[in-house]
């Protein structure tokens, strides 16, 4: 498994010894750093296609920072202690796995690999949404758009959107942004307007 992994812990010793492990695993490149040893600044260089935070004690400045890389690097945590409220608080900040320390050899790989299947999973479902939610943001503003043609103008709905259209074609944009930017400046008109005192 060809990955460039970033190791974060708070032993040395037990830091090498999963160095150890991963490197005998297959894995291409192990970089480690010490815990809390300018965490976001190594995810930032190193840019890792996996980070392992292996700690014995609950930390929960570590989690703050984990929070602040978790939406592009999936996150596997070995912890020294079962602490279910503290394996929440985890998943909460962005870690794909959460196991106890002294997992077998065998189960490193296993654990590395759903994490990132679960990470691509999560972005994917997250993509799908953001595009749900503009598209949905992109209808608004034309009804919206239609709306003002139709009583701005007296124009029927099919009118507006021919209208609007026939702009976006002669200045060589996409429909969407000519929607917006014409339902931004009426907006901005009308605040101008209602500033001065006047009827929209």
């Known amino acids: 498994m060809s990955l460039k992994i970033l190791l974060i812990d708070t032993d040395a010793g037990r830091a090498r010894a999963l160095e150890e492990i991963l490197c005998e695993s297959g894995f291409a490149q192990v970089v480690r750093v010490p815990e809390g040893a ?14 392992i935070v292996d700690m014995a004690l609950p930390d929960r400045d570590a989690l703050e920072d984990l929070r602040l890389v978790s939406s592009g690097h999936p996150i596997v945590m070995f912890a020294g202690s079962d602490d279910p409220a503290f394996a929440e608080e985890a998943i909460d900040a962005g870690v794909c796995s959460y196991n106890l320390s002294g997992v077998p ?3 490193i790989k296993p ?14 479902v997250e993509g799908e949404l953001a595009e749900a939610q503009a598209r949905l943001e992109e209808r608004r503003l034309m009804e919206r758009a ?14 507006a959107y021919r209208w609007l259209q026939k702009t976006a074609m002669n200045q060589n944009r996409k429909l969407a942004e ?8 009426h907006d901005a008109g009308t605040g101008s307007h209602k500033g001065k005192g006047r009827q929209p």
């Open 38 to 51: 300018g965490r976001i600044a190594a995810v930032e260089d190193i840019k890792p296609d996996l980070i």
């Open 105 to 107: 050899l065998q189960d």
């Open 111 to 124: 654990i590395m690999a759903s994490a990132i299947a679960l990470f691509r999973r999560l972005r994917k």
């Open 146 to 159: 239609k709306a003002l043609l139709m009583q701005g103008r007296r124009m029927t709905e099919p009118e």
């Open 178 to 185: 000519v929607v917006a930017a014409f339902v931004t400046r």
